[in-house]
């Protein structure tokens, strides 16, 4: 079973679409985060949900919206797609709180990698 | 600011020798985390090791093992015994493990073992 796994791996699109990746978690945890890694390959935090509640959100263009309907799930949808969106869009997830809490790792899905021509 | 700096962009080793990959960091917070990722070629994020900054001894994952310097704010990789496997970009990463929780990335330093 795949611990984060992010829909589509791989999206081609055309400028000025609007298109959306989903993640989903089986690790029971109640934090998740997209990250977005650009050609030279630099990752930088964009957003995070705690239970739900958006805890994080990085100076990112409102075209980014995401969304999360659960705690195992976190999609992100944008709007208005232009070429510098084009990047490789990691999901992730950690446990905040409780327990296990001072283990505080991330774990990340595959990555989609969104072309944008 | 907090900010995390890799010196070596590209790093080669020969195989079953051993490699250290070089990490400094800056935050003015005390209660931090440190980590090391791998991303091999298929752009999976693999965990390879990760520090608790208020921990002095070294941790330590098999072959991998790391050099943390708190007062000198220096986080560096050791991958002994380098196998062709080990091939990948390396992140070194802190989260400062309070509200938010993000992690912070270097810039990342391509490891290439060599037969």
């Known amino acids: 079973d795949t611990a984060v796994s992010q829909t589509p791996k791989y999206l081609v699109t055309q400028m000025g679409n609007d298109k959306s990746i989903k993640c989903e978690q089986n690790l029971g945890h109640d934090t998740m985060y997209w990250y977005k890694q650009d050609s030279k390959k630099f990752l930088k935090i964009m957003f995070s949900y705690n239970n739900k509640e958006l805890i994080i959100n990085e100076t990112v263009p409102n075209r980014f919206s995401p969304k999360s309907p659960d705690k195992a799930h976190l999609n992100l949808h944008i709007n208005s797609l232009e070429l510098g969106d084009s990047a490789v869009y990691f999901c992730?997830?950690?446990?905040?709180?409780?327990?296990?809490?001072?283990?505080?790792?991330?774990?990340f899905g595959a990555g989609t990698r969104l072309s944008v021509l | 600011a907090q900010t995390v700096t890799q010196s070596q962009p590209e790093m080669s080793v020969q195989e079953a020798e051993t490699v250290t990959l070089s990490c400094t960091y800056d935050?003015?917070?005390?209660?931090?985390?440190l980590f090391w990722y791998k991303q091999p070629p298929s752009r999976q994020m693999i965990l390879v090791i990760r520090?608790?900054?208020?921990?002095?001894q070294n941790a330590t994952e098999n072959r991998f093992s790391v050099n943390f310097q708190k007062a000198a704010k220096s986080f560096s990789l050791k991958i002994s015994d380098s196998q062709l496997g080990d091939t990948a970009m390396y992140f070194c990463?802190?989260?400062?493990?309070?509200?938010?929780?993000?992690?912070?990335f270097g810039a990342g330093t391509i490891l290439r073992v060599k037969s």
């Open positions: 935050t003015s917070e005390s209660n931090y985390y």
């Open positions: 520090q608790e900054a208020y921990k002095q």
């Open positions: 992730a997830s950690s446990q905040r709180t409780g327990a296990n809490m001072a283990k505080n790792i991330q774990y």
């Open positions: 990463a802190f989260s400062l493990g309070e509200y938010g929780n993000k992690l912070v």
